[in-house]
């Protein structure tokens, strides 16, 4: 089954310890992006990555790193977690079928972070 | 720069009424438009897409979404609301190949008996 898996679903953390998100698609995917959702804000993207090594800044990066080192994984990683991290997070993948791009992304179950 | 704006955060209609959810969007180059769905504590879930093929795009679930250049818009539509419809609803634009999702604000729909 084509799937965007994370890990993990919830957590429940402290201001300052590190932690990381992992995210993992079976589609071969070139494309993958992590977004945040806040109440009335929608989902903004915080990182995305055009392939292996190739990454970049989305719409609200600041306290977040990301890392592409095997196609199928995006690894999200907050340093030093703060609560105005507290947020859903989605991770999403795009890329071809056959020689067609397309342009949807596939998303995953969410993860619910609380920073306290 | 691209934006999408979703008119009314809230919706209620009556089970087997018309559905109408609302997306305008601002693109400067020809854009490639979405519309997903959020039920309760699940991802989304892509309901339909218009990548400049035919301009009315029927999706899932009986949703149907018409793409309309000069107003800018790419509303929602199902002729007739079932209770499980109920979810939160995004419109999203996209101009570029793996780029990034724009998101609207979203709108929540219930559906009442």
């Known amino acids: 089954e084509a799937q965007v898996t994370q890990n993990p679903r919830y957590l429940i953390t402290v201001t300052g310890k590190k932690l990381t998100v992992t995210c993992s698609q079976n589609?071969?995917?070139?494309?993958m992006s992590w977004y945040r959702q806040d109440p009335g804000l929608g989902l903004r993207q915080i990182y995305y990555?055009?392939?292996?090594?190739?990454?970049d800044k989305g719409d609200v990066p600041e306290g977040y790193k990301v890392s592409r080192k095997e196609k199928r994984n995006f690894p999200l990683i907050l340093e030093s977690p703060s609560p105005n991290q507290t947020s859903l997070y989605f991770c999403?993948?795009?890329?071809?079928?056959?020689?067609?791009?397309?342009?949807?992304?596939?998303f995953g179950p969410g993860t619910r972070l609380t920073v306290t | 720069a691209q934006s999408v704006t979703q008119l009314g955060s809230h919706v209620s209609v009556s089970e087997g009424a018309l559905v109408l959810l609302r997306c305008n969007y601002s693109?400067?180059?020809?854009?490639?438009l979405f519309w997903y769905v959020q039920y309760p504590n699940q991802g989304l879930q892509l309901l339909l897409k218009?990548?400049?093929?035919?301009?009315l795009v029927k999706g899932i679930n009986g949703f149907e979404a018409e793409f309309k250049k000069s107003e800018t818009s790419f509303h929602l539509t199902k002729p007739s609301a079932h209770m499980s419809d109920a979810a939160e609803y995004f419109c999203?634009?996209?101009?570029?190949?793996?780029?990034?999702?724009?998101f609207g604000q979203g709108t929540e729909l219930s559906v009442k008996p």
């Open positions: 999403a993948s795009s890329g071809t079928s056959g020689r067609i791009y397309e342009y949807e992304q596939y």
């Open positions: 589609m071969n995917h070139e494309y």
């Open positions: 990555s055009m392939n292996v090594e190739v990454t």
């Open positions: 693109s400067s180059v020809p854009p490639y």
């Open positions: 218009y990548t400049s093929a035919a301009t």
């Open positions: 999203a634009v996209s101009v570029s190949q793996g780029g990034k999702l724009i």
